[in-house]
């Protein structure tokens, strides 16, 4: 596709449309080769041995997206650049301790090894969704560290224009609401899987309109 070549027949309705928007706004290749790549490494799903090498894995799966979108909207500049991988990266990360209680019986773990040595919680206890308090101490500092990534990065939905910047401004409340949720059960992710339903709308719309510049 990228070569100037048609798609095969087995993704032409996928690739056939890609090809034309690639083209038509000079998307940037390697954003979509890393999209690719973290497909092929989550296959695997290998473990991660700290807090590094876990975003090392976001940067190839979630912080993409972002920085295509802001490509679609010529916004290049470095900081905006940076808050884009942070809402991204945070989203990755936030999506990882919402599905702890669904992961762990499918035997993936996104939890770095450091994290679960330092609470001494298992890869067993994962898998297992062994509620106790050093899990919850777990979760809790894995929230904080999302909610923080997430914080960095939210002025930037201020700053986009038009639709998408409002869109922004809803998918980082929604970040931040299951964040809230996993607060509200005591961090006891390992044992129910939070949810954002319709009662959550409104609640994300008024966050959303009133967003500040520098605050979430």
């Excluded at 490494?41 to 590094?52: I, L, M, S, T």
């Excluded at 919402?98 to 035997?107: F, I, M, N």
């Amino acid at each position: 596709m990228l070569a100037g070549q048609a798609p095969g027949p087995r993704w032409s309705g996928v690739f056939a449309a890609l090809s034309r928007q690639l083209h038509a706004f000079a998307m940037p290749p390697q954003l979509l080769h890393d999209l690719l790549d973290a497909f092929e490494q989550d296959v695997h799903n290998p473990p991660y041995a700290n807090r590094r090498s876990l975003l090392d894995y976001c940067r190839l799966s979630a912080n993409p997206v972002g920085r295509l979108l802001l490509h679609l909207y010529d916004i290049h500049d470095e900081r905006s650049l940076q808050q884009s991988d942070n809402i991204c990266s945070a989203l990755q990360l936030i999506n990882f301790w919402q599905d702890l209680s669904v992961d762990g019986p499918r035997g993936r773990c996104y939890v770095p090894q450091q994290d679960r040595d330092t609470f001494a919680v298992s890869g067993a206890d994962l898998a297992q969704c062994r509620d106790s308090p050093q899990a919850r101490q777990l979760v809790r500092v894995l929230v904080d560290w999302s909610h923080g990534l997430m914080q960095q990065g939210a002025p930037l939905a201020l700053r986009v224009p038009g639709r998408a910047g409002w869109e922004l401004r809803l998918v980082v409340q929604g970040g931040l609401r299951i964040l809230e949720k996993i607060r509200q059960m005591d961090h006891a992710a390992l044992t129910e899987r939070p949810r954002i339903g319709r009662g959550d709308a409104a609640v994300l719309l008024w966050r959303a309109a009133n967003m500040r510049r520098g605050a979430a």
